[in-house]
Every structure is written in C-alpha cells, then in structure tokens.
C-alpha cells in the first residue's frame, strides 16, 4: 500500500508559479512511475505529466502544459513534484499524484494503483 498526499496548491493570479509537492509514504516510492493528473469541474480527470521511477524518463501531456510544467522526483524523500509557470485560468483544476508499480509512467489514469487525495489550483484572470 503507498499513500499519496499533495500540497502545495492554492490560488494564484494568472502568469504565477506554483509547485506542487507529493509526498508517498512507501520506502519503495523508487519501485513507482509517478504522475500528475487534474480534474476540472464538469470534466474528465486528464494527464498532465509523468516520471518514471528513476526520474529519467518524463512525459507531459501536449500544448497544454508542455514548456511550462515540469515533473521531477527526489526518491530519497520520497516526493514528486510538479512545478507549472507561466498558470493560466485554464489552469484551473483539482490535482492528483498517482503511483504506478511499473518503470515508465502512462497518461492513461487506468493503470495507476494508487492515488492521493488532490489539492485545488485555482488560477484567476
């Protein structure tokens, strides 16, 4: 069992920064592909990012995110991180870490095993 917990959220003017934190409670996170998912309301959970789970590997969903959020890991404390710049209101969602017990990490939600409870990003114009 991995428990996942986000923070890091909030509410941000458009053009902000914010950094994302997930901590994973399982002194195997290394065994784990990791990604970041959101959800807006009203519509489906979508992939934002993955890393697999020697960081070596990244993967972001396309125009949307790409060139300002990156992924990154740090296996010793046991978190992934999402840093998203340049936010637009678009932006806007509930975000979710989930875990995967395989290398490389997938942009389908279907394959994730564990997931955190979210953290809302809000992003005013």
């Known amino acids: 069992q991995v428990q996942l917990v986000e923070s890091g959220g909030g509410l941000v003017q458009a053009g902000g920064s914010l950094r994302l934190s997930c901590a994973a409670s399982r002194r195997t996170f290394s065994n784990y592909a990791m990604g970041w998912f959101r959800q807006a309301p009203g519509k489906e959970r979508e992939f934002v990012a993955g890393?697999?789970?020697?960081?070596?590997?990244?993967?972001y969903a396309d125009s949307s995110v790409k060139g300002r959020f990156t992924i990154s890991r740090d296996n010793v404390k046991n978190t992934v991180y999402l840093q998203m710049n340049s936010l637009k209101p678009e932006d806007t969602a509930v975000y979710y870490c989930a875990a995967k017990g395989t290398y490389h990490s997938d942009s389908s939600p279907i394959g994730f095993d564990y997931w955190g409870q979210g953290t809302q990003v809000t992003v005013s114009s």
């Open positions: 890393i697999s789970w020697s960081g070596g590997s990244t993967s």
